[in-house]
Nanobody, 127 residues
């Protein structure tokens, strides 16, 4: 049974940093396609970042590139999203996601490509 649990969200001011964590059970993250998404009020869920299924590269959405970074600690079976220079438009519920298995796709950037989701963690950025 795969479970994902996000943590690390909160209320911060513009320009601050946060690191979100996604603790995974029931699956070894080193061999699992995983990603971060967010959903702002009134908007569709948006892809943020994921790992390559073939090497150590990462794929970060253009909207947050240069400010957000994805990483993981395989020994802790935990994935992270480092968010720097936060802006009010980053206010959203942030979700981590995992896929059952990789196929020929190198970067899973679509919501439909994931099978398991956490419950989300709220990030609110004040101006």
């Amino acid at each position: 049974h795969v479970q994902l649990a996000e943590s690390g969200g909160g209320l911060v001011q513009a320009g601050d940093s946060l690191r979100l964590s996604c603790a995974v059970s029931g699956r070894t993250i080193s061999s699992t396609p995983m990603g971060w998404f967010r959903e702002a009020p009134g908007k569709e869920r948006e892809f943020l970042a994921t790992f390559s299924t073939t090497d150590s590269r990462t794929n970060v959405a253009a909207s947050v590139e240069g400010r957000f970074a994805i990483s993981r600690d395989n020994t802790l079976n935990t994935m992270y999203l480092q968010m720097n220079n936060l802006k009010p438009e980053d206010t959203a519920v942030y979700y981590c996601a995992a896929r059952d298995r990789a196929t020929f796709i190198e970067f899973y950037t679509m919501e439909a490509g994931y099978d398991y989701w956490g419950h989300g963690t709220q990030v609110t950025v004040s101006a």
